[in-house]
């Protein structure tokens, strides 16, 4: 990180980059940015053709729990990263788990699920606010910039590799998988095998996300861009890279333009209405092209 923050420094001093980029929490922002944003685009895609954006708000907002767990146990407040990841990636299985051995509707489980993931978030952050100050309770609510250190980029370029690894070892298969559950039975594909590694995966990157994204915000990071991305394409490639292009250019519009503005304006609030944006404008198009 001290070499990519030294290069980025002299690009500054030579006046090919703006002179905000002379501080490093802007550096770590930005490749975290850089990271996360095709990470959320990719991942986005199979949630929206899944049907899973209640199942990432939900884990989403169980980060609230993982972190009060975290400073009741007496990791740092500002990266309680164990309790974080362990506490939502069990609450993601064992969602998953339930879900098929129910008879419940999936959508009603969700439900379920997110209501008591914001009481017991909500109750603990009440009773640890008395520990901590109060801002860094802010920051996960609602993400914040200068919250990304190096052990933060660290996890995320970790997640990056295995989730790139991953599509390029078994993405067809996945993709199989999910778009046509009966021919992947005839070729011999663990449907359930794949679909818990997906659901370890979206708990991973929305965990990753929090940072920049905060955990009310990071489940509209994963559908927003990818809802818009559907209304302005059907095809699978186009739509898979088209989400990866919105995602990853509102992650670093929304980091980088309150900075340039002087706005007040949390990263992950940023990013979402960047997103929303995209989103009317791909609504607009599909309304014109349908009436033409």
Known sequence: MDALRSWVFALEQQGMLPEMFQYAF????????????????????LVVIKRLAFFSEAVGHAALTG????????????????????????????????????AVPYDALVGVFLAVAIAMGAA?????????????????????????????????GVIGLVC??????????A??????????????????LYD?????????????????????????MLLIPATAARLVTTEVRSFFWLNVGISTACCLLGILLPMWLELPIPSGA??????????????SFNRIVGLT
């Open 196 to 220: 818990y590694v997906f659901i370890v995966f979206i708990a991973l990157i929305t965990v990753a996300a929090v940072k920049i994204a905060g955990a009310i915000l990071v489940g509209a």
């Open 164 to 173: 790139t690894a991953a599509a390029l070892l078994f993405g067809n298969k």
């Open 270 to 283: 940023a990013i979402v209405l960047l997103a929303a944006i995209c989103f009317v404008c791909s609504v």
């Open 175 to 192: 993709l199989i998988a999910t778009l046509n559950p009966e021919l992947a039975q005839v070729r011999g594909i663990n449907i359930k």
């Open 67 to 102: 972190i009060a767990i975290g400073i009741l146990l007496g990791e740092p407040p500002a990266h309680p990263i164990a309790s974080l990841f362990s506490f939502c990636l069990i609450f993601a299985l064992l969602l998953h788990w339930i879900k098929s051995r129910t």
């Open 26 to 45: 802007l550096t770590n922002a930005l490749v975290a940015a850089l990271i996360i944003g095709p990470l959320l685009g990719g991942m986005g895609s």
């Open 124 to 156: 603990l952050l009440l009773y640890v606010a008395r520990m901590v100050n109060i801002h860094i309770l802010e920051n996960v609510l609602f993400g914040s910039i200068l919250t990304v250190q190096d052990q933060d980029l660290l996890i995320l």
